[in-house]
């Protein structure tokens, strides 16, 4: 659950400033995403979810400041979509860390320190 005591961004780490827990409706948390130059109002789940629907993750989706978990999600699609540009465009999907390791050992020490919350 989101709260007002803690800092949160975008999953693709945009800084969240949120302003209430309890709007109408099914998106209750709203704050004001830092784009920069100027901010813009969205809504959320009590979860923190862009999208309703649990099983679908989008770079809107709130993630607390220090959870490297938006990290680790950032390298391993880029480890995704590099390799499927290796690969005549086809789409690729790593299921584990091995076995992206094993296609794509550039990404390796990123994503080992993204999970663990250290540097590469």
């Not at 995403?33 to 709130?62: I, M, Q």
């Not at 590099?82 to 794509?104: H, I, R």
Request: proline residues 3%; aromatic residues 10%.
């Amino acid at each position: 659950m989101i709260s007002m005591n803690k800092q949160y961004q975008t999953r693709d780490g945009m800084p969240v400033r949120i302003l209430t827990l309890d709007a109408k409706g099914t998106y209750p948390v709203v704050g004001l995403v830092d784009v920069g130059n100027s901010e813009y109002a969205h809504h959320w789940t009590p979860e923190g979810k862009a999208d309703f629907r649990s099983y679908v993750k989008t770079n809107y989706d709130l993630v607390e400041v220090g959870d490297n978990t938006a990290e680790a999600e950032k390298m391993m699609n880029a480890a995704e979509a590099y390799a499927a540009g290796l690969y005549d465009d086809a789409p690729v999907s790593f299921s584990t860390e091995q076995e992206m390791c094993e296609t794509m050992n550039d990404f390796c020490a990123g994503w080992r320190a993204a999970k663990k919350g250290g540097q590469a």
